[in-house]
């Protein structure tokens, strides 16, 4: 029986038009697949390789300029900039970096134990914890049992290595074995001083300093500071859109300073996702357009056969049977679009990613553009089958 009510409702389905709806619906899926996923795969090239503040962290410091200078003008921020900054559409969140108010020395033993020692000045910063990825359980401070954890700028290590051990003959270090060192640190102030071991937990490209927890630096301040509050030098700012030029503009005006190059790779980055963005509306948008060519063709089938359809209602079919030869037509194409969608993807990747490849990324995961896939042929084939049912129940209703 269904065989036989295949052969009957077939004979009236205009192939040109089936081929239509599938050539727009891979075109539009594959568009907006391919952008997906696109963005997955470059995404690592604008990320580095910062593991301990997010690319959403601006680090915003005043210019400082020779004129403003000698006319005794000051690099600290205001209770009333900040305000400012945080007014912003743009801000999410603003952080303060806090200094030690304090004096101190840093031991640290080049040549292991009994060897020989290297002794230098320092200054200690935070910012609060929730702005720094780190472990918590590395990332923490006991006044009991004091031990501090310390962050520090890749370019410190470099400075050392490459300007201060090679004409020094002092060994130079890598970042393991810099990790493994034992710090002492002589802090002094306020008519005290203690001596407090310390070890580097990590290394940082954009924060340039040495980095402390929030809770040493508020323990250490009250007892060994003035007890004055000193005015930030430096904010860390949480943007929406990081690479906003709203952002730029706004930097400029007011003579802040971005830390790094991150204005730059994020203003690369922001361009990136707004043409990415566009793309993937136009292959929504073809996807759509081929959805309503799909239903105005099976609609005009349907009412082209409006006399036939009644006919087999009268004699005894369900309105699920007779609609069932429209929704596997439906289900097949779309189960053929997907596929084709996939593997269209799959081939322009294999073109580019070694391109990504010559830039030190292997890519990102399919995952995403997978499942953005079934999502979207999911959404058009529930679409069609509840347009098909609604028509052919119209017709049993009559």
């Excluded at 269904?2 to 205009?14: E, F």
């Excluded at 292991?112 to 935070?126: A, I």
């Excluded at 990790?179 to 290394?203: H, M, Y």
């Excluded at 361009?271 to 609609?299: A, D, K, N, P």
Aim: with cysteine; charged share 20%; proline share 3%.
């Amino acid at each position: 029986m269904k065989k036989l009510l295949w052969k009957l409702l077939r004979k009236h389905l205009s192939v040109p038009q089936l081929v239509g709806f599938a050539l727009a619906n891979l075109i539009g899926l594959a568009i907006v697949i391919l952008a997906v996923q696109f963005y997955q795969d470059v995404k690592p090239v604008f990320n580095d390789e910062e593991s301990f503040i997010s690319k959403d962290y601006l680090i915003v410091s005043k210019s400082i300029s020779t004129s403003g200078a000698l006319m005794g003008g000051t690099s600290e921020f205001s209770e009333d900039d900040i305000a400012d900054i945080e007014k912003q559409k743009w801000c999410r969140s603003v952080g303060r970096f806090t200094s030690g108010d304090y004096s101190i020395v840093a031991t640290i033993a080049v040549d292991g134990e009994g060897g020989r020692s290297m002794y230098t000045q320092l200054f200690f910063e935070s910012i609060p914890t929730q702005y720094i990825d780190v472990d918590n359980a590395q990332w923490r401070f006991d006044p009991n049992n004091p031990y501090v954890p310390v962050i520090i700028s890749r370019d410190y290590l470099s400075l050392y290595n490459f300007g201060f051990a090679s004409t020094q003959g002092l060994p130079q270090i890598s970042e393991g074995m810099a990790s493994s060192v034992k710090l002492r640190f002589r802090l002094k102030g306020n008519g005290q001083e203690e001596f407090i071991d310390g070890r580097v937990v990590g290394f940082s490209n954009r924060l340039n300093t040495i980095l402390v927890p929030d809770e040493f630096m508020q323990w250490s301040n009250e007892r060994f500071g003035s007890g004055q509050t000193i005015p930030p030098s430096r904010l860390v700012v949480e943007v929406n859109r990081p690479g906003d030029v709203v952002i730029d503009k706004y930097m400029e005006e007011h003579g802040y300073e971005i830390a790094g190059d991150k204005g730059s790779s994020n203003k690369a980055y922001f361009f990136l996702t707004i043409i990415i963005s566009i793309v993937i509306v136009v292959g929504i948008l073809i996807s759509l357009l081929s959805f309503f060519v799909l239903m105005l063709s099976i609609y005009l089938l349907l009412q082209k056969n409006t006399k036939k359809l009644q006919d087999l209602l009268l004699l005894g079919y369900s309105p699920a049977q007779v609609s069932r030869t429209y929704i596997n037509t439906v289900i097949a194409i779309n189960a053929g679009v997907l596929i084709a969608a996939i593997a269209l993807m799959l081939a322009a990747r294999a073109y580019y990613l070694p391109m990504l490849r010559a830039m030190g990324t292997d890519g990102g995961t399919l995952w995403a553009a997978l499942v953005v896939a079934l999502v979207i042929m999911a959404a058009i084939t529930v679409g069609n089958i509840i347009a098909i049912k609604r028509k052919v129940m119209s017709l049993w209703h009559q």
